[in-house]
T-cell receptor
Framework: GESVGLHLPTLSVQEGDNSIINCAYS??????FIWYKQESGKGPQFIIDIRSNMDKRQGQRVTVLLNKTVKHLSLQIAATQPGDSAVYFC???????????FGEGTQLTVNP | EAGVTQSPTHLIKTRGQQATLRCSPISGHTSVYWYQQALGLGLQFLLWYDEGEERNRGNFPPRFSGRQFPNYSSELNVNALELEDSALYLCASSLAWGVDTQYFGPGTRLTVL
């Protein structure tokens, strides 16, 4: 079946560097995408979302880019901090059914 | 404003028993979703309730069931527990069905011995 997947299962960066987490999706009908952050032992926390009629959306220190041509989603974190260490999931929403399909997750580790 | 709450935080059961997990959505949210997250794995969609009705179901056996109450809170029941049911069970809520952000609770850690 169609799924959302992540290119890199782990990412290690130095504090202060920028981080980029990538995600590929296969359902061209998906019209809404969300990035979640999950710290150990906690539920996923909403970071930022983007709808399919947009290419880029910025939040506080985070930017999501959507490339519908190649069905690729990325999350950019500026000036990465130790508190950013977590697993990051991308999720896509199918128009018919209001269910999210999650990728496998990328473990981001920020080294001091 | 309170977020999504779940109870209990931890639950330990033995094989063959039944487990009941509870979720209270954010005030004003009518849709509730349940996900299973096995250790080290991603989130697998279980069930979606909206306005008291089951709207969609993931690829799980019938012993996973649930309901949504008039106040929009929800229960997830797992019958005839198996060892592989051990996981973090996450509940999420959204304002309405359709394209809308889902907000997650902290989860219930179910351990089946």
């Amino acid at each position: 079946g169609e799924s959302v997947g992540l290119h890199l299962p782990t990412l290690s960066v130095q504090e202060g560097d920028n981080s980029i987490i990538n995600c590929a999706y296969s359902n061209s009908a998906s019209d809404y995408f969300i990035w979640y952050k999950q710290e150990s032992g906690k539920g996923p926390q909403f970071i930022i979302d983007i709808r399919s009629n947009m290419d880029k959306r910025q939040g506080q220190r985070v930017t999501v880019l959507l490339n519908k041509t190649v069905k690729h989603l990325s999350l950019q974190i500026a000036a990465t901090q130790p508190g950013d260490s977590a697993v990051y999931f991308c999720a896509e929403n199918m128009p018919s059914g209001s269910r999210l399909t999650f990728g496998e997750g990328t473990q981001l580790t920020v080294n001091p | 404003e309170a977020g999504v709450t779940q109870s209990p935080t931890h639950l330990i059961k033995t094989r063959g028993q039944q487990a009941t997990l509870r979720c209270s959505p954010i005030s004003g949210h009518t849709s509730v979703y349940w996900y299973q997250q096995a250790l080290g794995l991603g989130l697998q969609f279980l069930l979606w309730y909206d306005e008291g009705e089951e709207r969609n179901r993931g690829n799980f056996p019938p012993r996973f069931s649930g309901r949504q109450f008039p106040n929009y809170s929800s229960e997830l029941n797992v019958n005839a527990l198996e060892l592989e049911d051990s996981a973090l069970y996450l509940c999420a809520s959204s304002l309405a069905w359709g394209v809308d952000t889902q907000y997650f609770g902290p989860g219930t850690r179910l351990t089946v011995l």
